[in-house]
């Protein structure tokens, strides 16, 4: 069965600059599209960024457009979300999810989620 772990999550200062990991094991990494979600108290999940197979395809959340990035290295089976410049408003629980089928920003369609990291940004 497939297996999501994210790190990397903590207490950063508004400005500052988290990058977190998430490692899947249980089958091969390099046919998955990865996403990135991120879920607030009393908020929807919100996609922040997907990455397709061989990562030629990226999308980002309007949200955080410019100021993260994502990337993988399926060698590694692990992918990566750089995020910069952080806001307060990016304090939220972020999840990386894998999908088999297709690239896309659409939560029902992933296969497999990790159990989340906690960022939160203090101003």
């Known amino acids: 069965q497939v297996q999501l772990v994210e790190s990397g999550g903590g207490l950063v200062q508004a400005g500052g600059s988290l990058r977190l990991s998430c490692a899947l094991s249980g089958r091969t990494f390099g046919r998955y599209h990865m996403g990135w979600f991120r879920q607030a108290p009393g908020k929807e999940r919100e996609f922040v960024a997907a990455?397709?197979?061989?990562?030629?395809?990226?999308y980002y959340g309007d949200s955080v457009k410019g100021r993260f990035t994502i990337s993988r290295d399926n060698a590694k089976n692990t992918v990566y979300l750089q995020m910069n410049s952080l806001k307060p408003e990016d304090t939220a629980v972020y999840y990386c999810a894998a999908n088999y089928a297709s690239l896309t920003v659409v939560v029902r369609y992933y296969d497999y989620w990790g159990q989340g990291t906690q960022v939160t940004v203090s101003s």
């Open positions: 990455i397709s197979r061989s990562g030629d395809n990226i």
